[in-house]
């Protein structure tokens, strides 16, 4: 095997983050479709689902069109691979977290931030003392707000820029990738609550909506590996049908 392009281009926390929510998106819209199974199907995992649904129509508890389509889409996705879910799962958690700036940035906060760069680039006449592509790239995906921070990124930081220059961009940073810290707290600094003031509490509706997911995600993370913690159980030859078990008994 030869790699052909070993760095076809660079992709900031953003667009990863963007390109898992859209994969996860059309994974579910293709769950909800019958297919054929494919990567060794946990079968157990569909006939438990089809079981809990068969119960709960038996007891009278007959679940609504919404339930019924959230449903077939757990079950769907548990017929892909574990560890790809995995995988998914732990990326979505780490780059969703408040503390990440991916979580709060926007195409639009990136592009205008990589043009004001270049604008103040060309007015400083650094020359070769530019930022190169990979510090550019740190800079969208942390948004360093701090001195300390800014020289983690950029190499020889003091003998490339001036303090002028170094506040400067800091300060350009700070403008166009602000951070969750930056933004007015949620304990009413100006007097309002997470909220208060908005029509029918909007943005507590969006906090409450964004806990109930990040909670999903987690509890289906915690079944994909105790699944996969289980087969590999089984397979070691510790549990039941695993290889041991199939080999005779010496006399």
Not at 147 to 161: A, M, N, T, W
Request: net charge negative.
């Amino acid at each position: 095997m030869r790699v052909l392009q070993p760095r076809a281009a660079l992709l900031s926390d953003y667009e990863v983050l963007a390109l898992l929510k859209d994969l996860e998106t059309t994974q579910r819209r293709q769950a909800r479709q019958p297919a054929p199974a494919v990567f060794g199907t946990p079968a157990a995992a569909v006939l438990e689902a089809a079981a809990a649904a068969a119960a709960g129509a038996a007891n009278g508890a007959a679940p609504s069109a919404a339930h019924a389509e959230d449903a077939d889409a757990e079950a769907g996705m548990a017929l892909l691979p574990p560890n790809l879910r995995t995988v998914q799962y732990e990326l979505l958690a780490y780059l969703s977290n408040a503390a990440r700036p991916a979580a709060h940035q926007s195409a639009e906060q990136i592009a205008a931030f990589k043009a004001a760069l270049a604008r103040w680039e060309r007015d400083e006449h650094l020359g070769d003392a530019r930022l190169t592509r990979g510090e550019r790239l740190m800079c969208v995906n942390l948004a360093p707000a701090t001195l300390v921070e800014l020289h983690c990124i950029v190499e020889e930081l003091s003998e490339r820029f001036s303090e002028t220059q170094i506040e400067s961009l800091l300060e350009l940073i700070a403008t166009h990738l602000p951070r969750d810290s930056e933004v007015p707290s949620s304990n009413g600094i100006n007097g309002t609550a997470h909220g208060e003031g908005l029509p029918g509490g909007a943005a507590a509706v969006d906090e409450d909506a964004e806990w109930e997911e990040r909670e999903r995600r987690e509890e289906e993370l915690r079944e994909m590996r105790e699944q996969q913690a289980n087969e590999d159980f089984v397979v070691e030859g510790r549990g039941e049908g695993a290889v041991d078990d199939e080999l005779p008994e010496e006399e």
